[in-house]
């Protein structure tokens, strides 16, 4: 069932949130690959592109791993069959995967009528229904490219992560006129570091339970 914000409340202001390991328990990526196409599929979309994996692997280059791995994973499949495995996934991280303290501060948020948003290196094809359960109004995430009902083999566009979250979110507050607004931002990770360093609220929240309400506004 989806949340909605307090319809009276402020307004202008953000809470940003990352996924895996901030909203979640765990890592979300990989258990998605694996239902949507099993293990040996991974396996496949490595071997199919030995010498990128092998330079990416060297180079720790998430971004191109992810690259090769997710794109190998999702090539050819139809767009509305991964839709649809996405939204059971959503399903399943909703109702298993949440971190109970962490929804507690999201249902703060959106009880003072903060402006919510996911900004995450997950991918939008169970990000997108999972932002929908959470009552989140938008949802910043990686994408992959389709044509013609089908899913291709390449990320559409930057992995969502380190300075790619700020770029992203800088862009949606630009395009809601939100440029000047006070912005919460919650992560776990070193990819969440930047835009954890480009808000004036930053909570770090790996190895921590975080408070339902902040205790600076404690009263």
């Known amino acids: 069932m989806s949340h909605r914000p307090a319809e009276h409340g402020d307004g202008r202001v953000v809470a940003a949130f ?22 040996r599929s991974i396996l496949a979309a ?9 330079g990416a692997a060297v180079r720790l280059d998430r971004d ?5 791995v997710v794109g190998g994973v999702y090539a050819g499949r139809s767009v509305d069959q ?15 995967m949440l971190r109970p303290d962490m ?19 997950s991918l939008r094809s169970y990000v997108d229904p999972l932002a929908a359960s959470l009552g989140v109004e938008r949802a910043l995430c990686t994408d992959v490219m389709s044509a ?28 809601e006129q939100l440029d000047d607004v006070p912005i919460w931002a919650y992560g776990d990770s070193a990819g ?5 360093a480009a808000a004036h609220h930053p909570v770090w929240v790996k190895g921590t339970t975080v408070t339902a309400v902040p205790r600076e506004e404690q009263g």
């Not at 990352?18 to 293990?39: A, K, S």
């Not at 996934?89 to 298993?96: G, K, L």
């Not at 507690?104 to 919510?116: D, E, F, I, V």
């Not at 969440?192 to 954890?196: G, I, N, T, V, Y």
């Open 18 to 39: 990352d996924v895996d390991g901030t909203l979640t328990t765990r890592d979300c990526v990989r258990p998605f690959l694996e239902l949507l196409g099993g293990r």
């Open 46 to 54: 490595l071997a199919r592109v030995p010498h990128r994996t092998l």
């Open 64 to 68: 191109r791993m992810k690259d090769v």
């Open 82 to 96: 991964v839709d649809a495995e996405g939204r059971a996934f959503a399903d399943v991280v909703f109702d298993t």
């Open 103 to 121: 929804l507690a501060r999201l249902r703060w948020h959106q009880s003072m009528g903060h402006r919510t948003v996911i900004v995450s290196a």
């Open 148 to 175: 013609a009902g089908r899913s291709l083999g390449s990320l559409d566009g930057p992995n969502c992560r380190a300075a790619e979250k700020v770029v992203r979110l800088r862009a949606w507050l630009a395009a």
């Open 192 to 196: 969440d570091r930047d835009m954890l």
